[in-house]
């Protein structure tokens, strides 16, 4: 048995090690659908920097989850984010790799392991649009297109 710092504590029951030349990488064993997840992550008090949200639109994905929701997300897992994804249906949610880079790049600046492991968590059960022509031409559906308050 190994044991983990409490600061490398990764969400859920279960992990995959793997080795990667010479070192071992721990990572959650995620569920298959977002929403399983979601039910399995704790809720953090961590914040991640302020996030400039260039978008006027306040819904939940026209053309993906906006950086500020998905961060509420990742925070709160169970909160109003997830509410409104199980309205519209896990196969409607995405976002883009930019915000997925935003994102990251908050957490390695707030040097948070829990933040870095729960955000990763979301990532891999979320569609991530590669930055291509579809992200910005993908029409959103009508159920996508209510606002989150």
Request: proline letters at 7%; glycine letters at 4%.
């Amino acid at each position: 048995m190994v044991r983990i710092p409490r600061d490398f504590e990764l969400p859920g029951d279960d992990a995959i090690t793997r080795k990667d030349g010479q070192r071992l990488i721990n990572e959650p064993e995620l569920p298959r659908s977002l929403l399983a997840l979601l039910v399995t992550l704790p809720t953090l008090d961590e914040e991640f920097p302020p996030i400039e949200d260039r978008r006027r639109s306040r819904s939940i994905c026209n053309n993906g989850i906006s950086a500020r929701h998905l961060s509420d997300l990742v925070r709160r897992p169970r909160g109003r984010i997830a509410d409104r994804i199980a309205e519209v249906g896990e196969q409607h949610v995405c976002t883009s790799i930019i915000v997925a880079a935003e994102l990251r790049y908050g957490a390695a600046k707030k040097a948070s392991s829990r933040l870095t492991a729960q955000l990763e968590a979301v990532l891999g059960a979320v569609e991530v649009l590669a930055l291509e022509p579809p992200i910005w031409s993908r029409p959103a559906t009508q159920s996508m297109q209510t606002t989150c308050s």
